[in-house]
C-alpha cells in the first residue's frame, strides 16, 4: 500500500532539483563538444604535417631512384675537377692535346742556353777539344726529347743569346756549323740512322762551316786566309818530301787537294768524337742514340 504523500511528490517533481539536472546536463554537452572540436583540430594540425613528410619521403625515394641508374650505370663518366671541357672534345675535333707544352718550352731554353753558355766559355776560355766536343750536343737532345720544330728554337734561341752576348759575328759562327750540326744529328739519331751516315754527313756539314768560316773572316778582316792556309800546308808538305827522300816541288792542287784532306778528317775524327760523348751521356738521361758499331763495342766494352 503505497503513501500518499510519496505519490504526490513523485507526479509533482521539484523544481529546483529539475533544474539542477538540466544544469548538470548543459555542462556535460558542453564539455563533451569541446572535446570533440579539440581532437578535431588535433586531427586538423597534425594533417599537414604528416602531409609533408609523406612528400619529402616520396621526393628522397624519387631522387633516389633517379640517381641511383647513374650510380649503377658503368657507362656514366664523371669529367674531373678543374676541367673546364670535355676530355672528349679535343679528340673528336682532330686536335692532338698539348699538355707538356710549357715543359718543352722550359727545356728547349735551358738546353739553348746551356749550347751558349759553352761556346762562350770555350771562346774566352779555351780547353782545347775538350769543350768542343759539347758543342751540338744540347740542341741534338731538344730533338730527341721534344722534336723537330723545338731543336729549331733551341738553335735560333742559343744564336740570339750569342749575338747579345759576343755580337752577330760570333753568333753565326755558333750556328754554323753546331747549330745545324746539333739539328741534323738530332734528327739521325731520332730515326736511328747509322754512325756511318751520320758521321758522313756530319763531316760534310762540317767541312761546309769551315770554308764558310774563312770566307766571312776573310771579308771581315780584309785579307784571304786561305793562302795563309796554304803556306802552312805547304811548309809541311815539303817537310814531309824531305823526310820521305822525294826531291819532287809539291804542286799547288796537290797542296790544295792535301788541305782539303786533312779538313776532312779532322771533322770526321771530330763527329766520331762527339758519338762517343752522347753515346756515354745521353743514355744516362733516358734519351738514348743508335749502338755503335761491334768494333767500337769492343774497343770501349760497352754493352749499352
Known amino acids: 500500500m503505497s503513501d500518499p504523500f510519496d505519490d504526490a511528490q513523485a507526479s509533482h517533481p521539484d523544481p529546483s532539483q529539475e533544474s539542477k539536472n538540466q544544469s548538470l546536463k548543459s555542462e556535460a554537452e558542453s564539455l563533451s563538444g569541446s572535446a570533440d572540436a579539440g581532437g578535431v583540430a588535433g586531427q586538423d594540425a597534425m594533417l599537414p604535417a604528416t602531409n609533408s613528410d609523406t612528400g619529402n619521403f616520396s621526393q628522397s625515394s624519387t631522387e633516389e631512384t633517379s640517381v641511383s641508374p647513374e650510380e649503377n650505370d658503368p657507362t656514366v663518366t664523371e669529367p674531373l675537377e678543374g676541367t673546364t671541357s670535355s676530355p672528349g672534345y679535343a ?3 682532330g686536335l692532338p692535346p698539348k699538355p707538356k707544352a710549357p715543359l718543352a718550352m722550359v727545356e728547349t731554353a735551358f738546353l739553348a742556353s746551356t749550347a751558349s753558355l759553352i761556346w762562350l766559355i770555350n771562346y774566352y776560355f779555351p780547353l782545347g777539344p775538350l769543350l768542343r766536343m759539347f758543342f751540338p750536343v ?9 722534336g723537330n720544330r723545338a731543336s729549331w728554337m733551341a738553335a735560333l734561341v742559343s744564336g740570339l743569346l750569342l749575338s747579345v752576348l759576343m755580337g752577330p759575328t760570333r753568333s753565326i759562327l755558333f750556328f754554323i756549323p753546331y747549330g745545324l750540326m746539333g739539328v741534323q744529328l738530332g734528327a739521325l739519331w731520332k730515326r736511328q740512322s747509322s754512325w ?4 758522313f754527313t756530319g763531316t760534310l756539314l762540317g767541312t761546309f762551316g769551315f770554308f764558310f768560316r774563312f770566307w766571312l773572316l776573310s771579308i771581315l778582316l780584309g785579307e784571304d786566309l786561305w793562302l795563309y792556309v796554304m803556306n ?10 824531305v823526310k820521305l827522300g822525294l826531291l819532287a816541288q809539291p804542286s799547288l792542287p796537290l797542296i790544295e787537294a792535301i788541305a ?4 776532312v778528317i779532322n771533322n770526321a775524327v771530330y763527329l766520331f768524337v762527339v758519338h762517343l760523348v752522347a753515346l756515354l751521356m745521353l743514355d744516362r738521361l733516358g734519351n738514348p742514340i743508335p749502338r755503335p758499331p761491334n768494333w ?3 774497343l770501349l766494352d760497352y754493352d749499352g
Not at 782539303?260 to 779538313?263: K, P, R, S, T
Request: net charge negative; no cysteine.
Open 138 to 146: 744540347p740542341i741534338a737532345l731538344v730533338y730527341l726529347r721534344w
Open 260 to 263: 782539303v784532306l786533312m779538313i
Open 232 to 241: 802552312q800546308i805547304t811548309e809541311l808538305t815539303e817537310l814531309a818530301f
Open 196 to 199: 756511318v751516315f751520320s758521321i
Open 296 to 298: 767500337v763495342q769492343v
Open 91 to 93: 679528340q673528336g675535333e
